[in-house]
């Protein structure tokens, strides 16, 4: 991962050492990130360039990332080649709730389309 500043200067550089990366959410000083060879979400904060957590609660590949904006509180969303759709704080980095037996295949992407409709997508 590649950071600029605001006028396009290279500043510096993180190694993931997750593979291709597949989605990246950002939160305040974190960067949520997901490859498409891992089952694993790290989290970057970008002022230290350090691993702050690594989240092993999904079982297969991380398809998506989103960061869910409502008027309420905030939260982050992850699906999975696991069928499975898990929604954390990005505040405490923990896992609010799993969302299992929606989905009877893969879920490969998810969208915000209100701040009380998120689309998600399996075959």
Do not use: A
Not at 5 to 34: A, C
């Amino acid at each position: 991962v590649h950071f600029y500043t605001q006028t396009f200067r290279y500043k510096t550089q993180i190694r993931i050492g997750l593979g291709m990366i597949k989605s990246i959410v950002g939160f305040g000083n974190d960067l949520w990130i997901s490859s498409l060879e891992s089952s694993q979400i790290c989290i970057w904060n970008i002022e230290t360039l350090s691993l702050v957590k690594t989240l092993s609660h999904h079982k297969d590949k991380v398809r998506s990332l989103i960061l869910n904006k409502s008027s309420n509180s905030n939260t982050i969303w992850s699906c999975s080649n696991d069928n499975n759709i898990i929604y954390y704080n990005p505040l405490t980095k923990e896992v609010i709730e799993i969302l299992q037996g929606y989905h009877s295949n893969p879920v490969y992407f998810l969208l915000q389309l209100s701040p009380s409709l998120i689309l998600t997508y399996s075959k």
